[in-house]
């Protein structure tokens, strides 16, 4: 269990480096930040001062070199928009990305497992056929089209809700309804795959060979064992929610990184655009090795491999 | 003085409606077996053997599986007309079960304790500190050493025919009155299987379970059971003493099977005996004996009248042959003209 | 091949996907020779004017309505469906070339090539594919092309792990053996032998992956970051319709319904092809 903790642990942090070096290189190759930051017009001789100021005249990997320690320690630079650290700027919205994320991920993963589980054990019936069809429904659509759309009939039409921004519970109820459609409609699709598999398993006949109660069988069998892919799924889809919250929460104008980052991208604050994808970066592969020791205690055989 | 058979099958007849049509799996089996009796059930896979003793308790899935009719009294009771509550009540307490393939048999993410304790825990409303301590009996049972440290451990971190005896000792975990085994040696390389057969024997010879012992393996069969069974095409097409059936067979079938095993004496100098021929299409309707198309002593009465079991002329009481030819004199005939 | 197409129709699912892709691209192929209205071509006497289905064939009519500059959203669908289509099939593809490619590198070479390679799209994968996205449209600018570049870059890794698996169990197989045995070049090899080996997997994957990639793309272009005006392209509709939400609700419905019946469909087409060559797939998802 140690090693595994430990090679998983390891594995997360090459990650975390590959990233800020992505990060890096994107940013420092292929835009010129002393460019960025002049006002159009400057002289070349403003330019070269604000390079060295920058260090931007020193070798690349003495550069990569400084950015990485700046970097791991949280130091992105100033953001040009708010005249404050990037990375301060992003981490304020931190708080309403999660609630925004976490909402959909409780509330998607069960109403998607229900609706999963229901699938496969009402095989055949019209129960799994609407099942069906609506997680291809949820699977097809593009999310931000979807908030539109409930936009629209909840909040123009019928007038219950309102179009955007934050604070209330009401204004959680829109942005986190889209964005549990989009996870619910996953994780139904693949519980009940994945359940119709375990359901064929020699030992789930074993089970009910000893004697076991249904409910027993079903929980303790069958639900146990489907539920391993099931939590790879939701590491996966802790990164599109992370993701999809980008568009999301233009669409509702919610105050969290997706929104400042998308904001960023259009004023060119590299600082804060950096900072915004180290960071959402840094949560998803956090979030993955806790999937990955999850996965540990669920499945015994991949804890002593 | 006779007294009720444990198990007695009458007409027991399963189908399975598919997308290309119904299989007939089981076709019209009856008999009966003795308390303390071992059974050995012998066929090819799609002979019915395995389908039959799992419907008799419910265990084949309804639909696509069907019971088209029949009786299966245990014990005094017709198990066909229990209600679910008391079908589960008798899985495992009194009927146990040991299934092929301990590698798929076993749920992977429980510790072995958990899964031998489940039927304790169920049946007999231990503790799990109760049945931890018969756990760990049942373990050293079935010879697995280390018994109290092997149990906490996950069916991954077990060897093959180790595995097989955890299997064994659930089958077990409750005294059952019948102990049905379905190709539970079938996976398992020789030298293990021999294993698990002595285990068989001294655990029949300690406890004294019925066992009914399912397997396409006569060789198996030979050393275990008391009586066998071959069955064909969802039906039996021989039953009888062990003896009798492997040195006076009546059926051409089992006379083919006994034909393909491997003789001692015969080592070198003979190339094993194949049965000419594909399995049955259980698609169609049965009509005749199954066995007819790919028996060499086949009548016209075989193809479209099927012959029941019944006693074998000139053998021993209990023999049992369904067959329309009388295979001795083929034989003779055959062995006559070289 | 034949009997690809006989299972086709026997499966629904797989026939209503295929044949709604089909249509789709007859449409975007024949737009020009449909009489439909010049996409781009503004009237401020018809500004918004609502859908009407009545004289459906008059030269006047708007089916689905028009925009806030008067241009017919029928035609805007039917012509923004040749860039929206065009760009995912390239992405696709471009990333399917790619991925295919390092895949069968990577399983072939095994060892060191294949740790790298694999490392890499670990950590790839540790960035969110929208994030990813997000940073490179941000540092190369917004525009068609870089668009496409963007969707290949968040795609390539799909094909490239899949492949690899496939490479690394075929590698063992007795005609890659004997063809190392009579000598065969190590490039031979790997185009002659292995290349066509995982040609099905790789359009399984292609399918799967142009309805993510079409998703994909109408969020980008959504946010402003994917095809620039005035082309029309489905989510850049959304992105200006939205605006208009409470006085013409069509501006901006009828462009995501069009989205979603093609990621139905693809998805639709793409499931029952899984299914129908190798359902082994489908864990790898």
Redesign the interface.
């Given at each position: 269990m140690s090693r595994y903790l430990l090679v998983k642990l390891l594995?997360a942090l090459?990650?975390?480096w590959?990233?800020v070096t992505?990060?890096f290189f994107?940013?420092r190759v292929?835009?010129d930040p002393a460019i960025l930051l002049l006002p159009v017009g400057a002289s070349q001789q403003d330019l070269d001062t604000l390079r060295a100021g920058l260090g931007l005249d020193k070798p690349l990997i003495q550069q990569y070199a400084v950015a990485m320690l700046d970097m791991l320690r949280g130091n992105f630079g100033i953001s040009f928009q708010h005249n404050r650290p990037a990375m301060d700027v992003v981490l304020e919205r931190m708080p309403a990305t999660f609630e925004l994320a976490g909402t959909a991920l409780i509330f998607g993963t069960l109403i998607g497992s229900v609706a999963g589980a229901i699938a496969a054990l009402k095989r055949g019936t019209l129960a799994e056929f609407i099942v069906m069809i609506a997680a291809?429904?949820g699977?097809?659509?593009?999310?931000?089209?979807?908030g539109?759309?409930l936009?629209?009939v909840f909040s123009?039409d019928l007038g219950w809700l309102p179009t955007g921004g934050s604070g209330t519970i009401a204004h959680l109820v829109l942005p986190g309804l889209t964005l549990s459609v989009f996870v619910s409609a996953s994780i139904a699709r693949l519980l009940r795959?994945s359940l119709l598999d375990i359901m064929r398993e020699d030992y789930v006949r074993t089970a009910r060979a000893k004697g076991l109660l249904p409910h027993t069988v079903f929980f303790w069998h069958i639900a146990r064992n489907a539920l391993i892919?099931v939590v790879t799924m939701i590491g996966i889809i802790a990164?599109?929610l992370?993701?999809?919250s980008?568009?999301i929460e233009?669409?509702f104008a919610w105050p969290g990184v997706g929104r400042i980052?998308?904001q960023?991208?259009?004023a060119?604050d590299?600082p804060v655009?950096q900072a915004?994808?180290a960071l959402?970066?840094a949560i998803?592969?956090l979030i993955?090795l806790l999937v990955d020791l999850l996965y540990g205690v669920l499945d015994p055989r991949i804890r002593r491999r | 003085m006779t007294k009720a058979p444990l198990l007695e099958i009458r007409n027991l007849t399963v189908a399975f409606d598919t997308p290309s049509g119904t299989v007939h799996a089981v076709n019209d089996v009856s008999y009966s077996i003795e308390e303390g009796e071992t059974l050995g059930i012998v066929g090819e896979s799609g002979s019915g053997k395995s389908v039959h003793a799992l419907s008799m308790v419910g265990l084949i899935a309804t639909p696509p599986g069907r019971i088209v009719r029949g009786e299966v009294i245990f014990n005094g009771r017709n198990l066909l007309a229990l209600s679910q509550r008391e079908l589960f009540d008798l899985r495992g307490r009194e009927i146990g079960f040991v299934f092929q393939d301990p590698m798929t048999s076993l749920n992977p993410v429980l510790t072995i304790e958990r899964q031998i304790a489940e039927p304790l825990r169920r049946h007999f409303g231990m503790s799990a500190s109760q049945a931890r301590i018969r756990v760990i009996e049942l373990l050293e049972l079935v010879g697995i050493p280390d018994a109290e440290q092997r149990a906490r451990q996950y069916p991954h971190e077990f060897s093959g025919g180790m595995r097989q005896r955890v299997m064994i000792a659930i089958g077990i975990s409750c005294n059952p009155k019948l102990l049905i085994a379905d190709e539970a040696t079938t996976a398992l390389d020789v030298t293990v299987q021999a294993q698990i057969l002595d285990l068989v024997r001294e655990l029949k010879r300690k406890i004294g379970t019925t066992v009914i012992w399912i397997t396409h393996d006569m060789g198996v069969v030979a050393g275990l059971a008391d009586t066998v069974q071959v069955m064909y095409g969802g039906r039996i097409m021989e039953s009888g003493p062990v003896r009798s059936v492997f040195y006076d067979p009546r059926g051409a079938y089992t006379w083919g099977l006994l034909k393909s095993l491997p003789h001692g004496e015969r080592r070198g100098t003979n190339r094993l005996y194949q049965i000419p021929g594909n399995p049955p299409d259980l698609t169609q309707e049965p009509v005749g004996d199954p066995f007819a198309p790919r028996n060499p002593f086949a009548t016209d009465r075989c193809r479209v009248e099927t012959p029941p079991l019944v006693n074998a002329p000139d053998s021993v009481p209990g023999h049992k042959v369904a067959a329309w030819y009388d295979l001795r004199a083929e034989i003779q005939r055959m062995e006559g003209r070289p | 091949m034949k009997s690809f197409l006989l299972a086709l129709l026997k499966s629904r699912s797989g026939l209503f996907g295929f044949v709604l892709v089909l249509v789709f691209i007859l449409a975007a192929l024949l737009a020009p020779y449909l009489g439909l209205p010049v996409p781009t071509r503004s009237s401020l006497v018809a500004r918004m004017t609502a859908p009407t289905w009545t004289g459906l064939f008059s030269p006047g009519a708007h089916p689905l309505g028009t925009d806030e500059l008067g241009r017919d959203i029928l035609s805007r669908i039917i012509y923004g469906s040749r860039l929206t289509l065009t760009i995912a099939a390239t992405a696709v593809v471009l990333g399917g070339i790619v991925g295919t490619l390092l895949g069968i590198v990577a399983g072939y070479y095994r060892g060191m090539v294949d740790r790298v390679l694999m490392?890499?799209v670990?950590?790839?994968?540790?960035?969110?594919?929208?994030?990813?996205a997000?940073?490179?449209?941000?540092?190369?600018g917004p525009s068609t092309s870089n668009l496409i570049v963007v969707l290949a870059l968040t795609s390539w890794l799909r094909y490239a792990r899949i492949i690899r698996g496939q490479v690394l169990a075929l590698r063992e197989r007795e005609f890659i053996l004997s063809a190392h045995a009579i000598g065969a070049s190590t490039w031979r090899i790997m185009i002659k032998h292995l290349l066509p080996n995982v040609m099905t997997p790789a359009l399984v994957i292609a399918t799967l992956e142009l309805?993510r990639i079409i998703?994909m793309d109408?969020?980008l272009s959504?946010?402003?970051?994917g095809v620039q005006p005035p082309n029309p392209s489905w989510g850049r509709m959304?992105a200006d319709g939205?605006v208009y939400?409470?006085t013409a609700?069509w501006i901006?419905?009828f462009?995501?319904i069009a989205?979603?019946?093609t990621?139905?469909s693809v998805?639709?087409l793409g499931d029952w092809m899984r299914d129908y060559f190798d359902p082994k797939l489908?864990?790898s998802r």
């Open positions: 594995e090459v990650a975390i590959g990233v992505i990060v994107v940013s292929l835009g291809l429904l699977q097809a659509t593009p999310v931000f089209w979807l539109i759309m936009i629209l123009v795959s892919p990164g599109e992370l993701g999809g980008v568009v233009t669409v980052v998308v960023a991208i259009q060119q590299f655009i915004g994808v959402v970066a998803f592969i993955n | - | 490392r890499i670990d950590i790839q994968l540790a960035l969110p594919l929208m994030l990813l997000l940073l490179v449209i941000a540092a190369l309805a998703i109408a969020a959504f946010l402003g970051l959304l939205r939400i409470s609700w901006v419905t462009p995501g989205i979603l019946i990621v139905l998805n639709l489908r864990t």
